[in-house]
Each structure stands twice: as C-alpha cells, then as structure tokens.
C-alpha cells in the first residue's frame, strides 16, 4: 500500500522560511512526477509546484516563483518543498501529489494519482 506523508509545517512569522517534506513508501515500482497544492478552507485546492520524475523540469505558480523551490530525491522517494519570504497569503494545508506506478493483483503496472493528508502552514506575526 502506497502512503504519502508529509511533514515540516507550521506557525511562522513573514519573511520566515519553512522546508516541507513528503516521503513517499510502500511497494512502488516507478515514482513520476510529484508536486505539491495548497488549500484555504472554502476555496479550491490550488497548484503551487511540479517537478518531473528525474527532477529535471520544475513549474512554479506566479505567486510563488522565487522564494519557493521544489525539488526531490529519488533515493529516499521524498519530495520537498522550500518555502522563503513566507507571506500571511501562504497561509493553507499543502498538500504533495505524486503520480506512482505500481503492480497490480492482476500482475499489470498501472499509474495512478496519489495525495497525502496535508500539513498545516501558518504565516502570521
């Protein structure tokens, strides 16, 4: 069973810095690409980055370009996200995505969309 669990949130003030991170475990056969969403209560949840299975190519939301940087590492199966210059704006539930291949009872490979369960980012003097 696939689980994605996501860490690092928390209460910062702006200007602060926060590093999330969202490791990936279970019986996986490819990790593709991965990205990470926000969500404030009563709106839709939003893309904030991607990056593409070897890591090669990132896509930031304008909001966030240049203070956040996603980035992974496939040894550990681990995505991360980190966020400088945090305004009270950035203030959501993040979310990290991950498109995984794995083996099915059938014996076939099938890729599918998986999310983890969200932490908490809090930005407010």
């Known amino acids: 069973q696939v689980q994605l669990v996501e860490s690092g949130g928390g209460l910062v003030q702006p200007g602060g810095s926060l590093r999330l991170s969202c490791a990936v475990s279970g019986s996986i056969f490819g990790l593709n690409a991965m990205g990470w969403y926000r969500q404030v209560p009563g709106k839709q949840r939003e893309l904030v980055a991607t990056i593409t299975g070897t890591g090669g190519k990132t896509n930031y939301a304008d909001s966030v370009k240049g203070p956040f940087t996603i980035s992974r590492d496939n040894a550990k199966t681990t995505l991360y996200l980190q966020m400088n210059s945090l305004k009270p704006q950035d203030t959501a539930v993040y979310y990290c995505?991950?498109?995984?291949?794995?083996?099915?009872?059938?014996?076939?490979?099938?890729?599918?969309?998986?999310w983890g369960q969200g932490t908490q980012v809090s930005v407010s003097s």
């Open positions: 995505n991950a498109h995984i291949t794995t083996r099915w009872s059938d014996g076939y490979y099938r890729n599918r969309t998986y």
